[in-house]
């Protein structure tokens, strides 16, 4: 009886949801009792010196995070081979690519 029940709830929020996604991750999280950490930083080491200014620690943190994405993509993009992806991954791999021979399936072979 309270399976039932807690199956009809679930199913209703996900239902009603406008976000699937979101709602089912909250309910999970909710079930296993996750709950998210709140941490305060006091103390932040920039530049090889100790800083306890909140503006100080916010800015770092900004600057970090806005420009994470562009330091990796700019690394990608200048690892990557001209010679294209298949010379790129022989040498990332530096062993040779074993061949590989495809052929046609049917849908009942799958």
């Given amino acids: 009886m309270i399976k039932t029940a807690k199956r009809t709830y679930y199913k209703n929020l996900l239902i009603q949801s406008t976000n699937e996604t979101k709602t089912t991750w909250n309910i999970i999280n909710g079930n296993i009792n996750k709950r998210a950490l ?8 920039t530049n090889r010196a100790n800083t306890h200014d909140s503006q100080v620690i916010a800015s770092t943190f900004h600057a970090y995070f806005s420009t994470v994405a562009q330091n990796i993509y700019t690394k990608i993009t200048n690892s990557v081979d001209i010679n294209g992806p298949l010379n790129y991954l022989h040498n990332a791999l530096k062993q040779p690519i074993p061949a590989m021979k495809l052929k046609s399936i049917t849908s009942n072979e799958i």
Avoid: H
């Fill in 38 to 45: 709140k941490q305060n930083i006091s103390l932040l080491n």
